[in-house]
């Protein structure tokens, strides 16, 4: 590390350009890895012992980052490498990891006060959600599916219980309790391709969570308000996928498209209308393999699957 101060690095997150950010919690510090180069640059948090804790990539490649030992979130411009912060409304609360949906809106566990929130960048409202656990729910692990589902684990109850969270109702999913308690389920991982949720336990175990098929979420027309798309065609396409999308509102849309491993592969530029509009992408540079097609606005998101053939 180029500075000695950064002696404990913490959590890591991969961006689209392969490269690595990741936290620093007691040096408190972010920073980034250039992959090619080697390179290791340091952003010092702007508050003290603030100590950066979980972090996640959204669309546009823009790192956030919880900073647990206050009630803040961050965010770090990748271009300028400027670092803002977002104060949540409880000054007891302690983000401690987070994750973006499709619509790139910011969802966190308070660990402190046993809360579900989530930041929209665009409106600058948060939102928060009591846990089914209460108060001293303590939630710590989180992981979020194709379908836009978050799923965390509360710690504050033995066993653990493995929760989840629709985005698009804001209602709370049946829980389950982890088999060998779990003393503190601390980082989870969904794994697209088999659609499943992967943790590690403090007892000394790998846990895995099945999750509901995505295809129940990804092919049905119950969209969110304002808007409606039909199923991309041809399908499966080679060099060019079309998408006929209806809007109430000229707002703007974010259209994503999503490989098996959960990866955001490409993101067009949607311009506001209002009315109905044939979208043409040119997927001829993607990879072969089943893909999602997810569109949304400020409402929430609905996605298609396609298979990109060559």
């Known amino acids: ?46 508050t003290n012992r603030s100590r950066p804790y979980g972090i996640t990539i959204n669309s546009r490649g823009e790192p956030w980052i919880a900073l647990f030992g206050t009630n803040r979130l961050a965010r770090v411009d990748p271009e300028t490498m400027d670092i803002s912060e977002v104060v949540l409304p409880r000054t007891n609360a302690r983000p401690r990891r987070l994750e973006v949906t499709s619509d790139d809106r910011v969802w966190y566990v308070d660990y402190a006060g046993g809360y579900l929130g989530v930041y929209d960048p665009e409106t600058g409202l948060i939102d928060e959600w009591l846990m089914p656990g209460g108060p001293s729910s303590r ?18 109850s033995q066993p653990n219980r493995f929760v989840g969270f629709d985005s698009a109702t804001g209602q709370f999913l049946p829980s389950t309790a982890i088999p060998s308690g779990g003393g503190s389920v601390r980082h989870m991982h969904y794994d697209a391709k088999t659609n499943a949720v992967w943790f590690g336990t403090d007892a000394n175990t790998i846990g895995r969570a099945l999750l509901a098929e995505v295809s129940v979420r990804v092919e049905n027309d119950a969209v969110p308000v304002g808007f409606s798309i039909g199923s991309p065609y041809p399908n499966p396409a080679s060099k060019i996928m079309r998408l006929k999308v209806s809007s109430d509102e000229s707002l703007p849309l974010r259209l994503s498209i999503i490989d098996i491993n959960g990866r955001i592969v490409l993101q067009p530029t949607v311009n506001p209308f209002r009315g109905v509009r044939l979208l043409e992408v040119d997927i001829s540079f993607l990879s072969p393999g089943l893909h999602f097609v997810r569109i949304g606005n400020h409402s929430g998101s609905v996605s298609k699957s396609v298979l990109i053939v060559r």
Do not use: C
């Not at 919690?25 to 920073?31: I, M, P, R, S």
């Not at 939630?139 to 504050?156: I, K, Q, S």
């Open 1 to 46: 590390m180029p500075d000695a101060a950064a002696n404990d690095p913490h959590t890591l997150v991969f961006d689209q350009d392969g490269d690595i950010w990741f936290t620093v919690q007691n040096g408190n510090f972010v920073g980034r890895l250039e992959v090619s180069s080697g390179v290791v640059t340091l952003i010092a948090s702007k």
């Open 139 to 156: 939630p710590y692990g989180m992981a979020v599916d194709a379908a836009d589902r978050l799923w965390f684990v509360e710690t504050g």
